[in-house]
């Protein structure tokens, strides 16, 4: 089982944000929703709040396996710009900790240094911020060393599916993939 | 545009829940959603809270064009059992206004007699509460007159995206089925 830390900020895309936290505490895992400003986080779409467990600030990379940024905007734009959030990428990194992003978010990868040279994806048009170079069109789900990018609403639940075989093993994903009724990943 | 009304009780399945409010919102509804019990309400999985917009209570049924239940245990179960929520989805019907229900929470149909004689589908296994007479299994979303029925997470977007094309059009339908990336449905 695994520790994640998924770092929330106003605006994030909430299929995406649930479609992450769910799969994922699913297969049994600790997950640890941070707010990057406040403990009510709003959503992009919907204009509904989220309680988080915790802030962002409170919180320690080092205790974390893994880090999962949803996409949406501005939500992605806070991830991208957030002195924090760059500082803890870059350090779960360095030790070669998994790192993970959707839609959006591979921005916030790309501003920490972490997509160069990496194969990647993100919401269609977002090369522009993230790259083009080693960026994926036509995947769901892009996996590249410690680098785990996908695309949109749509893949969030195949990028946590993936999260999960990576993190938890072949067989909680095949449970859960046929739990989910997504056969489609 | 409709107006939308989401009854969420503590135990809704956190992704079907976001699928169908971020995605009917996208489609420029006013989609309100109402606590049973309370104003914050736990996801079935991830133990967050949500905010909501109001108490089912404090609703009126007459001012809304759709209800549209989330499923996830206990949220189905509770929406089953609550006599104000059968109201609710009978004097609605009584109207042929549209009743979506996914997952577990077609029972909640059930118990108010919509889905007698109807077409429906739900999460596999949930037969047993809805019935198996006119259960159909291996469509994502059934449509039976004014009621809308769906299986589960992987099928919540494709569910939303078709309450989307009857209450809004076939053109917002693709735009939406296309900026969510979901192809598959």
């Known amino acids: 089982m695994a520790n994640v ?5 106003d605006g994030f895309e909430e299929i995406e944000a649930m479609a992450i936290i ?11 929703v941070a707010g990057l400003f406040d403990n009510e986080v709003e ?6 709040k989220v309680l988080v467990h915790d802030l962002l600030r409170n919180v320690d990379p080092e205790d974390f396996d893994i880090m999962v940024l949803p996409g949406g905007l501005p939500g992605a734009e806070h991830l991208a710009k957030s002195e924090l959030v760059q500082e803890y990428i870059r350090r779960m990194n360095e030790k070669g900790k998994m790192i993970g992003a959707i839609c959006a978010a591979p921005w916030a990868l790309k ?4 997509l160069d040279g ?3 994806t993100n919401y269609p048009g977002f090369e ?3 790259g083009v170079e080693g960026y994926i069109p036509d995947q769901k789900v892009v996996i590249d060393g410690n680098v785990v990018t996908s695309r949109g609403p749509g893949t969030a639940i195949c990028f946590a599916l993936e999260l999960v075989r990576i993190l938890n093993g ?8 046929e739990g989910l009724l997504a056969d489609y990943c």
Not at 23 to 29: G, I, M, T
Not at 111 to 114: K, S, T
Not at 170 to 177: D, P, S
């Open 170 to 177: 072949e067989e909680t994903y095949k449970q859960l993939k």
């Open 22 to 32: 769910d799969v994922l505490s699913r297969a049994q895992n600790h997950v640890v």
């Open 43 to 48: 959503g992009a779409n919907t204009g509904l």
């Open 128 to 130: 522009e911020k993230t």
């Open 118 to 120: 990496k194969k990647h």
């Open 5 to 9: 830390l998924v770092p929330l900020a």
């Open 111 to 114: 501003e920490a240094g972490v």
